[in-house]
């Protein structure tokens, strides 16, 4: 079956970074699609950055972009997401969401990934 463990979150300052871990268990990368989602405190659940592990791709929406890193560790069958510049704004749970699905192509539909972790706690303050 396929399973994802997310870990790495914890307190932040502003324009400080942290880095995320997604570790997928019952597939190799290389057949899959990895996702990171954001869900604010009061708010849905949008996604951050994803890739094709197919296709060797990757996206980012808007609030990602220029800030946010996606690098895979195949050996270990592990991807992370390494997070900078970090504002109160990007304070919430993270999840990380796989699927066999190509679901990362210029866009990111959460209800779509078929496993999902238990979420990391991210908060950003001073």
């Known amino acids: 079956q396929l399973q994802v463990v997310e870990s790495g979150g914890g307190l932040a300052q502003p324009g400080g970074s942290l880095r995320l871990s997604c570790v997928v268990d019952?597939?190799?990368?290389?057949?899959?699609?990895i996702g990171w989602f954001h869900q604010a405190p009061g708010k849905d659940r949008e996604g951050v950055s994803c890739?094709?592990?197919?296709?060797?791709?990757?996206y980012s929406t808007d609030s990602a972009k220029g800030r946010f890193t996606l690098s895979i560790d195949n050996a270990n069958n592990t991807v992370y997401l390494q997070m900078n510049s970090l504002s109160p704004e990007d304070t919430g749970v993270y999840y990380c969401?796989?699927?066999?699905?190509?679901?990362?192509?210029?866009?990111?539909?959460?209800?779509?990934?078929?496993?999902w972790g238990q979420g990391t706690q991210v908060t950003v303050s001073s």
């Open positions: 890739t094709d592990r197919r296709a060797g791709t990757t």
């Open positions: 019952g597939f190799t990368l290389d057949v899959l699609t």
């Open positions: 969401a796989a699927s066999r699905m190509r679901l990362c192509v210029g866009a990111m539909d959460a209800v779509r990934y078929s496993a």
